[in-house]
Every structure is written in structure tokens, then in C-alpha cells.
T-cell receptor, first 113, second 118 residues
Framework: ETGVTQTPRHLVMGMTNKKSLKCEQH?????MYWYKQSAKKPLELMFV???????ENNSVPSRFSPECPNSSHLFLHLHTLQPEDSALYLC????????????FGPGTRLTVL | AQKVTQAQTEISVVEKEDVTLDCVYE???????LFWYKQPPSGELVFLIR??????QNEISGRYSWNFQKSTSSFNFTITASQVVDSAVYFC???????????????FGTGTRLTIIP
């Protein structure tokens, strides 16, 4: 089992849809992260969870709603998205927030129509 | 504020050539970490190296080597005898270190797309 997995790998949704992205880490880490990667832009940190508690919300619109039920799983719930939200969404984990190297999943390529 | 600049947007070299990817950073902190990640077409960011600000020794790992120079705020990455499998986007990143809380979040550069031509 690879370290950090993400499902689905590709997602196409309309602006009125509700969908969720899932991330699972098998590394025994305690911190998990959501990043957004848009074309021609640096990776943008969206959310950080440390020991299941949200420790950072980087001014992300409320149409993105994270959930961390345990240290191994992280979700990103999506609703009423905009076309500009189309991007690659990457999940990462580390031993603890910021202390250790972050290991990334393969990402979910999201297209909003 | 922290900033990472990767001035080379795209580089193409012929297989077996050496190639250097540049990374210049800005920070006011004396303690920080620098990283390189590789992103192949599959999308996953693969961790390559982490270097702390007090360790300026160059590092070599197989065909990969890193040159950290605090005097020029640079952390360059060289691939020797490049191979087609090296084709990817490479990201340099910077993290502050805050006592009692460890590192802070990563600041990424915009990446360099490296294409190795067979």
C-alpha cells in the first residue's frame, strides 16, 4: 500500500453538484494537509489538521469544507464550486504539523463545468 | 515574508547531459529548511531532499546533487547523466522553523518543468 492515497484521481462536476475528495495515509502520521495546485501558480496550502484538529484555514472559501475523522483520513467536501476551482488537489501528511517532511498523494484532478 | 523563486520555467536537455535547476529563496529567519520535490506526470509530489539552514554541506545521492549556498540564498539541484525518467516538474520549497512548534508551512516555488529528450 503506497504511503498516501487519494480518490478519486479524476473528478468532473457541475457547479451545483456536491462531491467529496478522500485522502488516506498509511504512514502513521499525525498531520494532514490539503493543497491546491493551479496551472502556473505555486502550490497553495488550504487546510492543516494536526492530531485531528484543524490548525490552519488559509482563507479558503466556505464552498470547500474539510473533515478529518481520524489521523489517517482526510476529506474535502465540495459544493457549489466555480470553474476557477478547477485544479489538482493534493493531500499530504507528516509526522506532526510542520515538524517533519510532508509526503504527498497523487492528487485529484478536479474539473468544474 | 518568505519567497522561493525558480526562474527556469522549462528546461529541455538531451539524455545523458547534466542539468542544473536553480532555486533562490528569501527569508528573514536564521533557522529554516529547504526542500526539493519531484512531480512526475502522475501528479504525486515525491520528496527528494530536506536541508536545514545550518548545514551547508553539499549532498549527493546517486545522480542527484544539491548545492546549498547561504551567501547567495540558493539551493540548486543538479542531475548528472540525465535519463528520460527524470522528466518531471521539480519544486523547491522553504519552511520556517519556529521553536516549540517545529517547522511552519511550506512555501513553494512555481516549479521547473524538465524534459529529457531521448
Amino acid at each position: 500500500e503506497t504511503g498516501v492515497t487519494q480518490t478519486p484521481r479524476h473528478l468532473v462536476m457541475g457547479m451545483t453538484n456536491k462531491k467529496s475528495l478522500k485522502c488516506e495515509q498509511h504512514l502513521g502520521h499525525n498531520a494532514m494537509y490539503w493543497y491546491k495546485q493551479s496551472a502556473k501558480k505555486p502550490l497553495e496550502l488550504m487546510f492543516v489538521y494536526n492530531f485531528k484538529e484543524q490548525t490552519e484555514n488559509n482563507s479558503v472559501p466556505s464552498r470547500f469544507s474539510p473533515e478529518c475523522p481520524n489521523s489517517s483520513h482526510l476529506f474535502l467536501h465540495l459544493h457549489t464550486l466555480q470553474p476557477e476551482d478547477s485544479a489538482l488537489y493534493l493531500c499530504a501528511s507528516s509526522q506532526e504539523q510542520g515538524v517533519d517532511t510532508q509526503y504527498f498523494g497523487p492528487g485529484t484532478r478536479l474539473t468544474v463545468l | 515574508a518568505q519567497k522561493v523563486t525558480q526562474a527556469q520555467t522549462e528546461i529541455s536537455v538531451v539524455e545523458k547531459e547534466d542539468v542544473t535547476l536553480d532555486c533562490v529563496y528569501e527569508t528573514r529567519d536564521t533557522t529554516y529548511y529547504l526542500f526539493w520535490y519531484k512531480q512526475p506526470p502522475s501528479g504525486e509530489l515525491v520528496f527528494l531532499i530536506r536541508r536545514n539552514s545550518f548545514d551547508e554541506q553539499n549532498e549527493i545521492s546517486g545522480r542527484y546533487s544539491w548545492n546549498f549556498q547561504k551567501s547567495t540564498s540558493s539551493f540548486n539541484f543538479t542531475i548528472t547523466a540525465s535519463q528520460v525518467v527524470d522528466s518531471a516538474v521539480y519544486f523547491c520549497a522553504l519552511s520556517r522553523w519556529i521553536s516549540n512548534f517545529g517547522n511552519e508551512k511550506l512555501t513553494f516555488g512555481t516549479g521547473t518543468r524538465l524534459t529529457i529528450i531521448p
